[in-house]
């Protein structure tokens, strides 16, 4: 139950990102899942609790819009770092939730993926692998600058080639 299966169902809006879910999680769902909460510096991005190596997966990666819109899958706007506490109160209400995206990305950016969510993507086998090599190298880069002792928030690009966009 730690992954939150049962958490906010019937919300399904909210919550294919939790446990027990229709969308399959593949690779690129997992790095991606790691990436968002890297950027975070493992701390919830709503109250702010810190998660030790030991105890990672209690951070989740919360979608914003539904993970079965494949264009904004694996955009960073549409996803924040979120302790199970946090994301089961949005997840009950969906109108606080709606509100803390909005303030969170700001209206410019909560505008831009909306309109992301309705574009149409097109993805090849050879696209998945560069996404997969974009997010990886994303993941590289966030280690280095840990590495070099950078605190704080971390952004990464989207991982979506041009290609894949349908005009
Ligand atoms: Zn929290």
């Known amino acids: 139950m730690r992954d939150g299966a049962r958490v906010g169902a019937g919300l399904e809006h909210n919550y294919v990102a939790l446990g027990k879910m229709k969308t399959r999680r593949d690779k690129l769902d997992t790095l991606f899942s790691l990436l968002v909460r890297e950027r975070a510096g493992w701390m919830c991005e709503v109250c702010g609790r810190y998660f030790p190596e030991d105890d990672r997966q209690s951070l989740h990666c919360s979608h914003h819009f539904s993970r079965r819109k494949r264009s904004i899958r694996l955009s960073p706007l549409n996803a924040s770092a979120h302790c199970f506490s946090c994301h089961q109160t949005l997840g009950e209400n969906p109108v606080l939730f709606h509100d803390w995206i909005k303030g969170h990305l700001g209206d410019e950016k909560f505008a831009a993926l909306r309109v992301q969510a309705k574009r149409l993507?097109?993805?090849?086998?050879?696209?998945?692998?560069?996404?997969?090599?974009?997010?990886?190298?994303s993941w590289q880069d966030m280690q280095a600058r840990r590495k070099a002792g950078e605190m704080g928030r971390i952004e990464f690009e989207d991982p979506m080639p041009d290609e894949v966009w349908a005009a």
């Open 121 to 137: 993507v097109r993805l090849r086998k050879r696209d998945k692998a560069d996404i997969y090599s974009n997010l990886k190298a």
